[in-house]
């Protein structure tokens, strides 16, 4: 959700500029700092005895944010005050909630994680910036399109390890997010036929394949078999449609 963003806004900007780099390894430094400051926000606030990870943390930690700050140097030498203002107090925002959302073990929220998906899909509006000096008005399209898309992906993933708890016996059968899942798809559905009309036809294709592969997900979840298997080839199969999905996108605002 932050890389494939970064890549297709450098393929749409249709040219290059060296701090599109300097924006890919901040995005990298910034998501990788994550998990020290995790663990040294534990052992400030939860844990009363040192532990062993702290301090490796805390190396991880102080690495990464050398590399943040020599990025941010570079962008902070190129980008415009405005753009800076913008982009840079929300990932630091964003960055401090996901901390406290996993020192509470709350990280498995929805709500968390579909906010996680707009904020690791703006990357792209990052890219653009390095690579045009501004925000083109194709990539607030591009950013909505990806982001629309992961929070779908999103809500089919949490139907689908609900109906694996019920599969089990473990818990009773839970519909919330199976009904999300479905509305979330009547959005991409409404999205392709909007887009379609306005005569953007990839792009209309783009959001019927995510629409027919999210679609076709919830069904197998009917099916015991299709739930067994692993998780590893769920993620995979995602990975490939998000692929398919960014692909069919690229193609559609290249036009304009």
């Given amino acids: 959700m932050m890389l494939t963003p970064i890549v297709c806004a450098a393929i749409l900007a249709r040219q290059w500029r ?9 995005a990298i430094a910034a998501l990788a700092a994550k998990d020290p400051m995790v663990v040294l926000a534990r052992q400030r606030f939860v844990w009363k005895q040192r532990r062993e990870e702290t301090t490796a943390a805390a190396q991880w930690f102080a690495g990464w944010l050398v590399v943040l700050i020599l990025c941010g140097l570079v962008l902070a030498s190129t980008w415009p005050w405005s753009a800076l203002l913008a982009l840079g107090p929300g990932a630091a925002a964003f960055t401090t909630l996901a901390v406290a959302v996993n020192v509470k073990n709350r990280q498995r929220s929805t709500l968390f994680q579909i906010a996680s998906a707009a904020a690791l899909t703006s990357s792209s509006l990052a890219a653009c910036e390095s690579a045009l000096g501004s ?71 783009a959001l019927l394949l995510a629409s027919a592969g999210y679609s076709y997900d919830l069904r197998r979840q009917r099916d015991l078999s299709a739930l067994r298997l692993p998780l590893t080839r769920v993620g995979q199969r995602a990975l490939a449609l998000s692929t398919a999905y960014a692909i069919l996108l690229i193609i559609g605002l290249w036009a304009g």
Avoid at 18 to 26: D, G, K, N, Q, Y
Avoid at 138 to 166: E, M, T, Y
């Fill in 18 to 26: 060296w701090t599109e780099l300097a924006t890919m390894a901040a």
């Fill in 135 to 205: 925000i083109a008005p194709w990539c607030w399209w591009l950013w909505f399109l990806l982001a629309i898309q992961a929070a779908a992906g999103i809500l089919v993933v949490h139907a689908r390890l609900d109906a694996r708890i019920a599969a089990r016996g473990k818990a009773p059968g839970a519909e919330a997010y199976r009904r999300a899942a479905w509305i979330a798809i009547i959005v991409l559905t409404a999205a392709a036929v909007a887009a379609a009309s306005l005569g953007r036809v990839w792009i209309a294709l």
